[in-house]
């Protein structure tokens, strides 16, 4: 966009002022064209100013999105260490009784679930049940040389666990042989943060997005969170992200279109 008045505007704007006012009048009338045409040029750049702005996109929209993705995923974990034992304990309960009345629980001869933080839902009772059902249970451990996550058959919840990468328990080291996950199927997956599209938000780290990613749309892929993990608005998404195919928590059950159809 030109920055001025061109040359050519301004000689003829002076020749008609010559035409009509004479020369006594050019001086008075030029220096309040000039007025004119300055007011005019700044509101044409605060106009331009404002255009571009609205346009144009954020300088930098990713440092923006992981912003805000910072801010949901310490509000849902402060949300979720708030809760009381006895309120956590209420809200797991019925997140179990819900997956194990589950038709697609039912037919699993084999199942993958993580075990549980403090502040997230228990998945102790949801482990036994599987394992009490006949069902192989395959748990989760990290790799973090590498950044990879793995999973193991376990047997006994007590006797094959322990505390491992990030104090979270995991196969004791004669156990962590790795299973194939294709050969798993159904996935039970932890979340700081779900939203109603089934978007998923972790701890930040990358273990779960980058073992899921393989599984996206072969096997079927289950979060479970508190009810105040479950984000009202929409969570920006980044590419690595894993949508799930159902979230459960004790109010809601949020299934992808078509599941199981």
């Not at 035409?19 to 004119?36: C, Q, T």
């Not at 949300?79 to 797991?92: D, G, T, V, W």
């Amino acid at each position: 966009m030109n920055s001025g008045i061109g040359f050519q505007e301004i000689v003829l704007v002076t020749v008609l002022v010559l035409i009509l006012f004479g020369a006594k009048g050019v001086s008075g009338i030029m220096r309040d064209l000039g007025k004119l045409f300055g007011s005019l040029k700044k509101y044409r750049d605060e106009f331009t100013r404002e255009l571009m702005a609205i346009t144009e996109p954020p300088h930098d929209e990713k440092k923006i999105r992981t912003t805000e993705r910072e801010s949901i995923r310490r509000n849902c974990l402060r949300l979720a260490k708030e809760l009381s034992i006895e309120e956590r304990a209420r809200q797991s309960a019925e997140i179990t009784v819900k997956i194990t009345s589950h038709p697609a629980y039912a037919a699993a001869r084999t199942l993958f679930c993580f075990m549980s933080l403090p502040e997230e839902v228990d998945t102790q009772p949801l482990i036994r049940n599987a394992l009490t059902a006949g069902k192989s249970v395959c748990i989760p451990y990290c790799i973090k040389e590498t950044g990879e996550l793995r999973a193991a058959y376990i047997s006994d919840i007590d006797a094959d666990c322990a505390p491992g990468a990030y104090q979270i328990p995991e196969p004791i080291e004669k156990l962590r042989i790795p299973s194939a996950p294709l050969l798993i199927d159904l996935f039970i997956v932890p979340g700081v943060s779900f939203d109603r599209n089934r978007t998923r938000m972790g701890r930040g780290m990358g273990y779960f997005d980058r073992f899921l990613s393989p599984l996206e749309g072969k096997k079927p892929l289950w979060g479970i969170a508190f009810n105040e993990q479950i984000y009202a608005y929409y969570i920006p998404k980044e590419e690595h992200d894993v949508p799930m195919d159902l979230v459960f928590s004790p109010l809601e059950t949020i299934e992808a279109p078509n599941y199981g159809k």
